[in-house]
């Protein structure tokens, strides 16, 4: 590892940010991992018997069921873990389609200008126009329900937030001198816009991508609180909280217990998109004392 | 008058502002008579800002004051309790800013901003408009009833700076402390703005603290002057003496670092280094100086020199004999003009414009366009060091970008020995990027700040994918060594090094190509005096090694006059005057050309600067 590189490490894991908002994401992380090992019973598996238990450590609780059960009986520990694979897996693909699909076009836009960044620029506004839970809806009623068609979706409304906000920073790298620099070393534009531009805006690019992935863990627990994403028998947060929405009142760590893991897993990518942010930007490497 | 009786309006007694532990303003001394101006002089990290900042109460975090006080009419403003200090800000006591656009709100017109200055000082609300006309009218800027509508940005740097200095006078103040308050201006602007100040102190009889890294500028503003380095003070009295018999090696290197422009042109007598940072101070147990003193001995490490008198109310603080004699001031050899063989220029542009096309409105007119650049025709031969010189906005940076193929050409030729490269694609780019290379003006925005220094210099290896990283490295250290930066440096970001070597990193990479001409724009703006000498000798130094040719783009006509023997005088896009330098600005024939020549104060004290006829004109 170059002195460089460990000492970018080395900032990362003195922000306390980073590491807690890395912790509680590797956990989260871990968990979904490895739920099929850690779920103390099948996410499916009813049992009629005891229906609506509390948590074990509350009176009436079981050591079975140590986050309770809801109303069919199954167990809400089990259920959260394996929903969390389905929150991961949209967070992380959705956040990456958009980012790619945003940035690319942010890097032409504002790096180019001219009529290129006419057009993209007026493509973002007349998309942004559309709000975009209709449009996430109409996006899922034509492709129908499903938990790629809910990625799809997620993509194609969210690159939008990316590209407006990563071109206004390239505009700003561009007129640096540096980049003109790089143009008078013979670089070409790819090059100019992959080696030059890209690292400038990689800080935003990361922070934009941890708070998308919290995004899109949002909008899937909607979708499945809605029905419009994974099939009902399938465990996710969002489902969790429709099916013990009825039951609130009696029960309502039926809907606290996928809250928390809900807020919890924001948090975590929340934490670390602004902590790496932080520690990423050179710029804020200064020689000690210089005023 | 200068040295009139009357207790001091500012004084300070040993006043020391230490950020952790290490002090950056040393037991600092002075006193402004009522009236009086006091010029504090030093280069940017001397500490000349801090006392402004004690005053505000604007030190930056981790700075305090640690001893000594600040006394305003009698009272300590280190220790005043921050209501009655704010009752003086702004009315006992006014600023003056560096930058005047930054200073001014950008959403509130100038009548706005100035009535709610007097709002302030408590102006009955029908007053003011009158109050703030005679204002405007007092610092010279013509129909000031229609600039009560304006905003900041739709005014000069030097009317809103001339806007700054009426608010600051409007309520009559016992001080004003004016920041390096023309140093964001062009020259001839800054001769108005020195005159408008100069006249708006005499007739108010305010006292005037005068911030400046202009050693040249300081003597012609101030009554008394004082010396700061590295949070000491080296040496003060009136600025007279100071200017022209300076004591302290410091001074005089200042002196000697600054191109005249008249005489003899000698090689500049450099400083080695730079000064320390703020985390060095602590380091420097005795003089600060010593370490770059060419007079130093064993002593001057170890013990802090007193300020000893030499002079009327002249002090300086050195304890070596040179106080006397003219040790330490070695004349640099005179320069002599180097011959150029008849060969065909490295660069030729032919009669070229460049048109900016204005905006389409909501209906598709198009708003008329400028002419940045009028069909200049240019031509540098190989070794040749030309100068273009106007102010900002003559074209002349659009002029640099179109030579560099930054920039396409509306019409005309550029040619790179006897090639045509206007079309600057393929082989006429590949051509254009041997044969030129561009040092960028602010080193800030040109060095790439995620590339560590080796990969910033030898970036041009990259574009072309053959190096492999030993290859590099060597290259890497062989620049280093040529443009006198520290190998050590290699590994380090430009965040981490000084103003200097920033620039000369700049320049390392733009040889590294082995260009036969550099285009250099404004490239010693930004940089201290003293660091400037060293960056135009290095300069020098290339032309004898590499017979590299130079096209010089500055608004200092005398950086200009020390460089290039032929200087071409560019205004609204045009070239207006152009030949060789000591006959272009020794005899100026273009109104323009006369008017810039006029706007640098004079080396002879004698001369009365700046000239009535300047004041005049906006």
């Known amino acids: 590892m170059s002195p460089r590189a460990r000492a970018t490490l080395q900032r990362c894991l003195r922000d306390p940010r980073v590491i807690g908002g890395g912790l509680l994401a590797l956990l989260v992380a871990g968990l979904a991992l490895f739920a099929p090992w850690l779920a103390p019973h099948d996410p499916q598996e009813q049992d009629l018997l005891s229906t609506l238990l509390p948590p074990m450590w509350a009176a009436g609780g079981e050591a079975a069921y140590p986050l309770g059960t809801d109303t069919l009986g199954r167990c809400i520990l089990s259920r959260l873990l394996h929903g969390a694979r389905i929150a991961l897996y949209v967070g992380v693909v959705a956040a990456t389609g958009a980012m790619l699909l945003g940035t690319v076009l942010a890097l032409v836009a504002g790096y180019f200008g001219g009529w290129i960044d006419w057009a993209i620029g007026r493509l973002v506004d007349v998309w942004m126009a559309f709000p975009p839970v209709i449009l996430a809806l109409i996006l899922l009623v034509g492709m129908g329900a499903g938990v790629n068609k809910v990625i799809l979706a997620i993509v194609l409304i969210d690159w939008t937030r990316f590209c407006r906000v990563i071109r206004s920073e390239v505009l700003v790298v561009r007129r640096r001198d540096y980049v003109a620099a790089a143009r008078l070393a013979g670089f070409t534009h790819v090059q100019t816009i992959v080696k030059e531009v890209l690292p400038a805006v990689t800080p935003l690019v990361i922070t934009l991508f941890s708070l998308e992935m919290g995004i899109a863990v949002i909008v899937e627990a909607i979708m499945s609180f809605v029905g419009l994403s994974v099939e009902p028998d399938v465990a996710a947060w969002g489902v969790m909280i429709a099916d013990a929405r009825t039951t609130m009142n009696q029960a309502p760590w039926g809907v606290i217990a996928p809250v928390l893991a809900i807020f919890a897993t924001v948090l975590a990518f929340n934490l670390l998109g602004d902590g790496l942010r932080r520690a990423l930007d050179a710029r804020l490497v200064t020689s000690r004392g210089e005023a | ?370 002419d940045a650049v009028k069909g200049a025709t240019v031509s540098v031969a190989p070794g040749e060091f030309v100068g273009i010189v106007g102010e900002s906005g003559s074209g002349k940076s659009t002029l640099a970008r179109l030579v560099m193929g930054l920039e396409d050409a509306t019409s005309g030729r550029i040619m790179v020995d006897g090639v045509d490269v206007t079309a600057n694609a393929g082989e006429a780019r590949r051509i254009r990027l041997g044969a030129l290379q561009m040092v960028f003006q602010d080193p800030q925005s040109a060095l790439n700040p995620r590339r560590p220094v080796e990969r910033l210099v030898t970036q041009v290896m990259e574009a072309a994918d053959g190096a492999g990283d030993a290859e590099r490295l060597a290259r890497a250290k062989a620049l280093m060594r040529e443009t006198g930066l520290p190998v050590d440096l290699l590994d380090r970001y430009p965040s981490q090094l000084s103003g200097g070597q920033k620039q000369r990193v700049n320049i390392a990479r733009a040889l590294c190509v082995t260009p036969r001409l550099l285009v ?45 023997s032929r200087v071409l005088v560019m205004r609204n896009g045009e070239v207006v005057e152009e030949g060789a330098t000591e006959a272009v600005l020794g005899d100026p024939r273009h109104p323009y050309t006369r008017s810039l020549v006029a706007a640098v104060p004079p080396e002879d004290m004698d001369v009365p600067w700046p000239p009535l006829a300047a004041a005049e004109s906006v």
């Open chain 2, 520 to 564: 250099a724009d404004e490239i010693v703006s930004g940089l201290d005096v003293s660091v400037q000498a060293q960056i135009l000798n290095l300069l020098l130094d290339l032309r004898q090694t590499r017979g590299i040719g130079l096209l010089f783009i500055s608004h200092d006509l005398a950086v200009v006059r020390y460089l290039c």
């Open chain 2, 1 to 370: 008058m200068p040295g009139s009786s009357g207790s001091p309006v500012l004084e300070a007694r040993g006043l020391t502002v230490s950020l952790r532990g290490a002090q950056v303003l040393r037991d600092l001394s002075f006193a402004v008579k009522p009236g009086e101006v006091l010029g504090l002089v030093g280069e940017s990290g001397a500490g000349k800002s801090m006392i402004g900042r004690v005053i505000g109460r604007t030190l930056p975090q981790g700075f305090a004051v640690t001893g000594g006080s600040l006394l305003f009419g009698g009272r300590d403003l280190v220790g005043l309790e921050a209501e009655p200090l704010r009752a003086l800000l702004g009315d006992r006591i006014a600023f003056i800013p560096q930058e005047p656009l930054t200073a001014l709100n950008p959403v509130l017109t100038i009548g706005q901003q100035f009535g709610e200055h007097l709002e302030r000082l408590r102006v009955p609300r029908g007053l003011r408009r009158d109050r703030i006309v005679s204002a405007l009218t007092d610092v010279r800027l013509r129909d000031p009833a229609a600039l009560l509508e304006l905003y900041p940005f739709q005014l000069s740097g030097g009317m809103c700076q001339r806007v700054m200095i009426a608010m600051a006078f409007a309520s009559e103040p016992a001080l004003i402390v004016a920041d390096e308050p023309t140093t964001a201006l062009d020259v001839s602007t800054q001769a108005h703005i020195v005159q408008i100040i100069r006249g708006m102190q005499r007739d108010h009889r305010t006292s005037l603290l005068f911030i400046t890294h202009d050693l040249r500028l300081a003597s012609r503003v101030c009554d008394d002057i004082l010396v700061l380095y590295a949070g000491d003070i080296v040496e003060q009295g009136p600025a007279r003496e100071v200017s022209e018999r300076p004591r302290h090696p410091y001074t005089r290197a200042l002196q000697a670092s600054n191109p005249p422009l008249g005489g003899t042109r000698r090689r500049l007598a450099t400083l080695p280094d730079q000064m320390p940072g703020i985390a060095g101070f602590a380091s420097l147990p005795g003089c600060r100086f010593a370490s770059r003193c060419p007079i130093r001995d064993g002593a001057c490490a170890s013990a802090v020199p007193p300020l000893m008198e030499v002079g009327p109310r002249h002090r300086v603080r050195c304890t070596q004999g040179c106080l006397s004699d003219d040790r330490g001031l070695v004349p640099g050899e005179p320069l002599v003009a180097v011959p150029l063989d008849g060969r065909d220029p490295v660069l030729r542009v032919e009669d070229v414009w460049k048109h900016y096309a204005g905006k389409r409105d909501w209906l598709g007119r198009r708003h008329p366009g400028v």
